[in-house]
């Protein structure tokens, strides 16, 4: 069993920066590859990015790649999430998730946390 914590969200101008971070406990945490997604109001849940369990790997939607940056650090049980050249259009809830395969797929993902609210203002 893994539990996950968001937190790091806030309000943040356009432009800005902010890293989210996610707290997992349960001793396997270190095996999973971690996504994070993020959901506004009226859309469906979008995926972001992953990271596999061994930090060698990782995965970008377009959508971010080259603003967003996911990290890890299996000694805390702890995922990053940096966020950059942050645009109004980029808020919503961020959710962290946990998997056995690294995924853009919602439906891979086994363990979620509750989400962290990222505004950002024009």
Known sequence: ????????????????SLRLSCAASGRTFSSYAMGW???APGKEREFLAAISWSAGRTS???????????SRDS??????????????????????AASWVLSSSTRNYNY????TQVTVSS
Do not use: H
């Open 75 to 96: 000694a805390k049980n702890t995922g990053y999430l940096q966020m950059n050249s942050l645009k109004p259009e980029d808020t919503a809830v961020y959710y962290c």
């Open 1 to 16: 069993q893994v539990q996950l914590v968001e937190s790091g969200g806030g309000l943040v101008q356009a432009g800005g």
């Open 60 to 70: 970008y939607a377009d959508s971010v790649k080259g603003r967003f940056t996911i």
């Open 112 to 115: 979620w946390g509750q989400g």
């Open 37 to 39: 997604f993020r959901q």
